[in-house]
Each structure stands twice: as C-alpha cells, then as structure tokens.
C-alpha cells in the first residue's frame, strides 16, 4: 500500500467550516476538529501510506508513522516533468506558458514562483527548473477518475488519480515527448518530479458536499509503473489543479522531492487526539496556504538542515546568540543539545522575519522548536517537532478554535515573554523527560535590523 497524505484543505474552506460549526451550537460540547470529524470531514488521504509522505517505493505497514529524515539530501539543480492534462468534460483553458511562469521563471512572476521560492529558502542551493506538456486530452471523463471520492480512494482503482496519472504518461508518449535522464535527480531510476496538472479545481478548496468531484492535491505513487525510456520509470507524481498556486505546488515538491511529510495531524480526532502540528510557519502544514496561497511560507528550519540549506550552529554551552533574520542570501539554524535531552532529542532556534516568502506570517521574532526524531507527527503527545509557542496558550497542540499560529508563537512576540525555563507550561524540557538544565534568557528583537539576541545558559552539572 502506499502513503498518501494531501495539501490541507484551504483556509477559506475551513474558514466556511468553521461558521459553520458556530452556527451549531456544538461549541461548548467539542472542539472544532472533533466537529469536523463528526460531520464526516478529514483529510481524504489520512490513512493511507505512501500518500503525501516521503515513501517513494512500496512499503509494508510499520508502527507509530515516526518523523521521517530524507535519505537523499538535495542540492543542485531539479529537473521537473509537468504534464497538463484535460478531459472530454473538462478541458485545459489557461495557456501553457503560465505554468511555465508561475513554476519555473526567475524573479519575474508577480507574487514569486515556485522557483524563486525554493531559491530563497535553499540560499540558492537548489535551483527548480523543468518544462510544461499539454494540454493533453484523457481517455476518460474527468467523473471517471474522481468517482465522487476526490480520486483518492486506491480500492477504487481504475476510478482514481493514480489512473489519471498513468493515462498522462501514456498520452505524454504517445505525443513523443521525452523523459532523459536528468529527471532522476535522486538516482533510484525512477522520474523524481512527475507534476500532474489537471483541468478542473482542487477538492481541498471546496466544501465536502461537493468536494468529492473534484480531485484533492497530492502525492502518490502510481498503481501501474510505466516505462518511460532511458532506464527510467514513472512511478510516484504530485497532482494539482489548473488553477494552482505556488503554495500547494511547492508543498506537494516538498514530499515528491525533497521527502518531507505532512507536519501536522491529517486525521483531526480519528486517533482520539487532535493537534495542528506546525501550522502557518511550515511550508508543510498551514503555511502552504500563506498569502492565499501565493507566498507560502518557508519550511521549518529542521527541514532546510536535512538538506544541508542553511548552516548550522550547534550549541554545547553557555554563550550568547545574535540571530539573523532569514533573507535569500543568508541564514542560520541553532542547535540545543543537552545531556538531559534522549537520543536524537534537542532545539532548533530560527530568526523569522515577515519578509521575502514569509511575508504573510502572522508574527515575527524568534521560533523555537523542539525536536524529537524518534517521536510522530500525528499525535501531540510526543511530536517530532513542536513549536513552543511563547503565549503559553497550546493554541497548535491543543486547537479549540481553528488557531493555526499567531503572533504570540514567537519570542518576544506579542506575549513579549524575553525568556524560557526548563520548567512551566512551556519550557525547554521535554516531556516526560529530565529537567533540561538550558533557560534562554533576555531575548530581544530589534525592529530596525531585525536580528535577534538571547544568553543560552546551562545549568551547573549540565553542560550539554
């Protein structure tokens, strides 16, 4: 079976859902993603392995989905297949080139594309450069591959998405169009970045009663391989609707790709617990829709040390930190560790400013995060990554209201807390866990450079 995890439902959807929800009179008897479990609403691809994850082959059913680490680290130029595609009930209207611009122009499209997206937040490490494909007519209508399941459902096959791909692909050869070698930028043979545009929208910007009829942006793998010539197959590809934005584009690269997951909970209360993970400040959760989706924001900074983005500090001791904002040209990670922390446990500390791609923020300041490699990223009770919010109000890992980040997350922020302990309602211990023995002490932020400082300290007996 394979792992299949979508782009979240957009804010105006949930925005809808949660009027919604008021209007019920349920708010004082359940939150509101227990509401939207009870009327049926989650993300279609929850439970599905291989969806919307990093998996890029089969694979067999494991334990707690553990936060996943990208085995290959990429750099370097990544070459993109787009393939448009329509229907004869459906049929493609926006001109190739406008793909051509929103994913793969340098410093021209408006609100920024995708390429210059993940040139700012790589440090013009990775370059996204590809071409567009289409229209090309389908076999079937576009009712053939949603059976009124948003093409999502794998049991459903032929009546899905992974059809609709592997028609794509087909019709794409049979046009005559090539597949070299340079789409396997991960050298495992296979297309690394087979993007699916289809006419019609996206089911994740719709309200469920008629969400079933469109297909729900994702990443999946195909039921059927396909031969594509040069030792190469077609075998995972990332889906999107014509009228996409950069947001869930580079989202959906961020698994297709780069092997990122979802960071935040895609079945709301299935599993009796609900949280939502790292909200509007991860490209891989809520902040894919940021700026209505046209400047989403950058990955958290634990997923840009995975690909070797940005450097990285690793703090043992006590010293002070003077903190840069990020820019497209420069940027730091610190690092935690300390001998109190388990294995593979420690702080990442990030300088986010309302610039550049993450001009949509809802606040400014620094962000700490915990990291718990051997932890999940369903549940809050032991997260592979956790923002520690500075307001101390749990908004992300305890959702009663639809808060997905604001501007008392960050330090100093609106709460203007200047300072962390290791013990509290926020702290920087884990849970169940040692006292860590690391206070952040006097955290300032200056508006006019915007860069940020703060003393580590490390409890006697514990230097890190």
């Known amino acids: 079976m394979f792992a299949l995890r979508c782009v979240p439902p957009s804010p105006e959807v949930m925005a809808i859902l949660f009027m919604e929800y008021r209007r019920s009179g349920k708010m004082k008897t359940m939150s509101f993603k227990k509401y939207l479990k009870s009327i049926g609403f989650t993300d279609p691809a929850a439970e599905i392995v291989g969806m919307d994850d990093a998996a890029r082959f089969r694979r067999g059913p494991a334990g707690p989905e553990l936060i996943e680490i990208p085995s290959h680290p990429v750099k370097g130029k990544l070459?993109?297949?787009?393939?448009?595609?329509?229907?004869?009930?459906?049929?493609?209207?926006?001109?190739?080139?406008?793909?051509?611009?929103?994913?793969?122009?340098?410093?021209?499209?408006?609100?920024?594309?995708?390429?210059?997206?993940?040139?700012?937040?790589?440090?013009?490490?990775?370059?996204?450069?590809?071409?567009?494909?289409?229209?090309?007519?389908?076999?079937?209508?576009?009712?053939?591959?949603?059976?009124?399941?948003?093409?999502?459902?794998?049991?459903?096959?032929?009546?899905?998405?992974?059809?609709?791909?592997?028609?794509?692909?087909?019709?794409?050869?049979?046009?005559?169009?090539?597949?070299?070698?340079?789409?396997?930028?991960?050298?495992?043979?296979?297309?690394?970045?087979?993007f699916i545009i289809h006419a019609g929208r996206g089911a994740e910007q719709l309200h469920p009663s008629v969400a079933g009829k469109e297909i729900w942006s994702h990443k999946w793998n195909l039921k059927n391989s396909v031969d594509v010539g040069n030792g190469l197959s077609a075998t995972i590809y990332l889906t999107v609707p014509h009228d996409c934005k950069v947001g869930v584009c580079a989202h959906e690269l961020g698994h297709l790709a780069f092997q990122w997951q979802d960071f935040y909970d895609p079945n709301y209360d299935d599993d009796g617990q609900e949280w939502d993970g790292s909200g509007v400040w991860d490209l891989m959760a809520g902040g894919s829709w940021n700026g209505d989706g046209a400047r989403p924001a950058h990955p958290a900074g634990l997923h840009k040390i995975q690909h070797g983005w940005v450097p990285i500090t690793t703090v043992a001791k006590s010293r002070s930190l003077t903190l840069k904002p990020y820019t497209a040209k420069s940027g730091r990670v610190y690092k935690i560790v300390s001998l109190s922390y388990g294995a593979k446990q420690y702080l990442i500390l990030e300088n986010r400013k309302r610039s550049g791609f993450d001009f949509n923020l809802p606040g400014e300041g620094l962000l700490i995060w915990r990291v718990d490699e051997k932890g999940e990223m369903e549940a809050p009770d032991r997260p592979g990554l956790l923002l520690i919010q500075a307001d101390g109000k749990h908004d992300l890992e305890q959702p009663k209201d639809w808060n997905e980040g604001d501007g008392g997350?960050?330090?100093?922020?609106?709460?203007?807390?200047?300072?962390?302990?290791?013990?509290?309602?926020?702290?920087?211990?884990?849970?169940?866990?040692?006292?860590?023995?690391?206070?952040?002490?006097?955290?300032?932020?200056?508006?006019?450079s915007g860069k940020i400082t703060l003393d580590v300290k490390f409890a006697a007996g514990n230097p890190g």
């Open 79 to 194: 070459q993109v297949k787009v393939l448009l595609v329509d229907f004869p009930d459906r049929q493609g209207a926006l001109p190739p080139q406008h793909y051509e611009d929103m994913l793969f122009s340098n410093g021209k499209y408006p609100t920024g594309s995708m390429r210059d997206f993940y040139k700012e937040v790589s440090l013009s490490k990775v370059d996204v450069v590809g071409s567009v494909h289409g229209w090309l007519r389908m076999p079937n209508p576009y009712s053939y591959y949603t059976n009124n399941e948003s093409g999502m459902k794998g049991a459903s096959y032929p009546h899905n998405a992974q059809r609709m791909a592997e028609d794509a692909v087909n019709a794409a050869l049979q046009k005559g169009i090539g597949f070299g070698q340079d789409l396997d930028k991960l050298n495992q043979g296979i297309v690394t970045a087979l």
């Open 409 to 448: 997350d960050p330090f100093p922020g609106k709460a203007r807390r200047k300072m962390l302990k290791d013990t509290g309602s926020i702290s920087t211990s884990f849970p169940n866990g040692k006292r860590s023995g690391v206070t952040l002490e006097n955290i300032v932020l200056d508006q006019a």
